[in-house]
């Protein structure tokens, strides 16, 4: 459960560094959250959401790219930003995190939608990112 808080955050703090563009050594410090959810997450999620954050936007020019490349249409200025935030935290551990598999991702991915974003947004991160794994090397067949 550490690893979903995890992606919960590192969401948050991708859409407040989109919306905002609060330095990364201020999100990393989730202040923003209260202190009894931050030991629900305990030290590993906290990790991993650091981890996911800092990996995402240190390789933002490609996850944006593969995202870009992967709309089925329409533009990527105008997606909305909390999908955004899901999929540049979803693209990074598919692109980079290969200890994690794909479909795991890419559920979690959906679930945060459903939770944080409109009602059909789980649907195009879903699309989205299911167009991304099947470019993956070993796309098809997960790892």
């Given at each position: 459960m550490?690893?979903?808080?995890?992606?919960?955050l590192?969401?948050?703090a991708?859409?407040?560094?989109?919306?905002?563009k609060?330095?990364?050594?201020?999100l990393l410090?989730?202040s923003w959250v209260?202190a009894?959810?931050l030991?629900?997450?305990?030290?590993?999620?906290l990790?991993f959401?650091?981890l996911?954050?800092?990996?995402t936007?240190?390789?933002?020019p490609?996850?944006?790219a593969a995202i870009e490349?992967?709309?089925?249409r329409?533009?990527?200025?105008?997606v909305?930003?909390?999908?955004?935030?899901?999929?540049?935290?979803?693209?990074?551990?598919?692109l980079?995190q290969?200890?994690?598999?794909?479909?795991?991702?890419i559920?979690?991915?959906?679930?945060?939608?459903q939770?944080f974003?409109?009602?059909?947004?789980?649907k195009?991160?879903?699309?989205?990112l299911d167009?991304?794994?099947?470019?993956?090397p070993d796309?098809?067949?997960?790892?």
């Amino acid at each position: 459960m550490s690893r979903r808080n995890g992606r919960v955050l590192a969401f948050q703090a991708a859409f407040a560094w989109e919306i905002s563009k609060t330095p990364l050594e201020e999100l990393l410090q989730f202040s923003w959250v209260e202190a009894e959810k931050l030991e629900r997450v305990g030290e590993a999620g906290l990790a991993f959401a650091r981890l996911l954050l800092c990996g995402t936007l240190e390789h933002l020019p490609e996850i944006d790219a593969a995202i870009e490349a992967n709309l089925a249409r329409g533009d990527y200025s105008r997606v909305n930003r909390v999908d955004v935030a899901i999929l540049r935290i979803s693209v990074y551990a598919l692109l980079y995190q290969k200890d994690i598999h794909p479909f795991i991702t890419i559920d979690e991915a959906v679930c945060i939608a459903q939770d944080f974003s409109t009602d059909d947004s789980y649907k195009f991160v879903n699309a989205v990112l299911d167009n991304i794994r099947k470019s993956l090397p070993d796309g098809e067949t997960g790892r």
